[in-house]
């Protein structure tokens, strides 16, 4: 057991935690009982409380068991962060059934690798993802629930609302679309439910590094082990209010905009859409006191010139994952909040955090130290033997929130596993290294490294001081051909408005020439527009690698 970092514990927070032996319906279940008339979920103004919450969930459950839903099925869900991606999450496991998130940026042959791969043939959407789903009715789909989002908003909201969530209901003509408010108007109430927590009750696709998405299976004790051991970590008594700005289709947006904060009986607000005013409104208007972001999130809500205009001060905790937070901004951020951003580190095969910074001791530009319940390791990626302190090698995990495999992937799942020191840990994947307090730091993946004349680069890192540039607003670092190199660094840049048209590309090789190895500076420098972005909001690193690449070819 890896037990360098006990020293560093947070004061009073327990290191193992008993995962309670609940589904996540329960969870809703219990919550509901005891906090009936509290707010659960605000969406611009619009108001749901727990009993509603779980009213609904029932009544919609009772509807899909009615459209053919069996226990162990898989279902669909594709909208955007909503109350009804909240109500369809929870009504797919009251009917003992299987979430399968999807990202609503999907397109049709996206979303039929889902449908087809997981052996869903139902489907909760949104009517404005109607176009991308309706040819897959009638082939891979048989059913659709179909949401409305405007249902669920207060009209006299002075929020910025997306047009999709201003649009009014649709009545579609098609006899396998069922409209959410006829399926709640049905009041179908469905019989006892049956699911166990080791049952399967999310199978979230991963995009890997190769070939198509592959389904992983997480149980209901897989989940709530992260739940429960994300509220003991925090340490904080009272249920707070949480802002739900990041995806929830994805394991992080998941746990810490919806099935924590429904467990310990906080306030969500939703955001449909990423927006940083309406974000800051929020924050002012609801007195939001926790909010889990990434780093080109914050980025954009830092470089928003009217934030000063908005009272912040409810904020207790900001933190976040999904790319180490450069120090620039770090420093940005916590003279914002006067709070420290508390990274974190997890995967979607670990159902979000493995590892957390803690709270009272966080480490910047670092994924923390091994969760509540968790082991982590360092080994040789080749020889599988363990690495030292300082020694960079392949991150592996074990803990009962690491998932069982991929779905209807028997050899992909072999190759995820390996047997360490007597215990079935998963390898991440990701590179890094843990320093002499037991901290681990993620220096990045396994397959992404640049070899510079034999000279490893890990591009994170370039990233992280690139941000230090004062006319850089973003960056992602990739490999180029280089003819007496191999592979030479270069950065694609996004510049700050007032940096545009003034700072040339050899300002910025010249800087980082300055601050880097020889063989770590970036040599070439792309300037664009935006960066392109993954449905969870990280940078695309593989598709501006991949664009590159090509080039190689021409």
Not at 52 to 79: H, S, W
Not at 218 to 232: D, E, F, V
Not at 460 to 471: I, N, R, T
């Amino acid at each position: 057991m890896f037990t360098r970092h006990y020293p560093h514990w947070p004061p009073g927070v327990p290191k193992t935690v008993a995962v309670p032996d609940v589904t996540l319906w329960d969870n809703l279940a219990g919550t509901a009982a005891r906090l009936p008339e509290k707010l659960a979920f605000a969406f611009y103004d619009g108001e749901l409380s727990f009993r509603r919450l779980r009213d609904q969930a029932e009544a919609l459950a009772g509807d899909l068991i009615a459209a053919g839903v069996k226990p162990g099925d898989r279902v669909v869900l594709f909208l955007q962060n909503s109350p009804q991606f909240v109500l369809g999450y929870y009504a797919v496991l009251r009917a003992d059934a299987v979430v399968v998130p999807a990202n609503p940026m999907s397109k049709t042959e996206e979303l039929r690798h889902y449908a087809e791969d997981s052996g869903a043939r139902h489907v909760i959407a949104s009517q404005d993802l109607l176009p991308q789903l309706q040819p897959l009715l009638g082939e891979c789909l048989d059913h659709c629930l179909l949401a409305t989002y405007s249902d669920y908003v207060d009209p006299a909201t002075n929020l910025a609302m997306p047009d999709i969530v201003r649009a009014p209901r649709l009545a579609p003509e098609d006899a396998r679309i069922v409209p959410w408010h006829a399926a709640l108007a049905a009041g179908r109430k469905p019989p006892a439910p049956r699911a166990k927590p080791d049952d399967l009750a999310v199978l979230p696709y991963t995009s890997g590094t190769t070939g198509k998405p592959k389904g992983c299976m997480l149980s209901h004790r897989n989940l709530m082990a992260n739940c429960a051991g994300g509220i003991a970590w925090s340490g904080t008594p009272q249920p707070g209010v949480v802002l739900s700005s990041l995806p929830m289709f994805h394991l992080t947006g998941m746990q810490a905009g919806m099935n924590s904060p429904i467990l310990r009986g906080s306030t969500v607000v939703l955001m449909a859409r990423w927006d940083r005013d309406t974000a800051a409104k929020i924050i002012a208007k609801r007195r939001v006191t926790s909010w889990t972001a990434i780093t080109t999130m914050m980025v954009d809500f830092l470089a928003n010139p009217e934030l000063g205009r908005y009272d912040l001060s409810s904020i207790e905790r900001v933190g976040g994952g999904g790319a180490a937070m450069p120090e620039a901004v770090a420093r940005q951020v916590e003279t914002m909040f006067r709070q420290p951003f508390v990274e974190g580190y997890g995967l979607t095969e670990t159902a979000a955090p493995s590892h957390s910074n803690p709270v009272h001791r966080p480490k910047r530009q670092c994924g923390g130290i091994p969760f509540i319940n968790t082991d982590a390791r360092v080994i040789d990626p080749e020889t599988r033997q363990e690495r030292g302190p300082g020694e960079t090698g392949e991150i592996i995990v074990h803990g009962p929130q690491v998932f069982s495999g991929y779905w209807r992937r028997p050899e992909a799942t072999a190759e995820a596993f390996i047997e360490h020191d007597g215990k079935r840990f998963f390898r991440t994947g990701d590179l890094g290294y843990y320093d002499d307090e037991g901290y681990f730091f993620i220096t990045d993946r396994l397959k992404r490294m640049i070899n510079a004349s034999g000279f490893k680069v890990w591009p994170a890192e370039v990233e992280a001081m690139l941000y230090d540039h004062p006319a850089i607003r973003e960056a992602c670092v990739i490999a180029a051909r280089d003819p007496r190199r191999g592979e030479t660094v270069k950065a694609v840049v996004v510049l700050k408005p007032e940096a545009q048209g003034k700072t040339a590309a050899e300002d910025i090789v010249a800087w980082a020439r300055t601050r880097m190895a020889e063989y770590k500076y970036p040599r070439l420098v792309e300037f664009v527009d935006a960066l392109p972005k993954t449905g969870t909001g990280k940078v695309f690193w593989r598709q501006l690698q991949e664009r590159e690449n090509a080039r190689r070819t021409e």
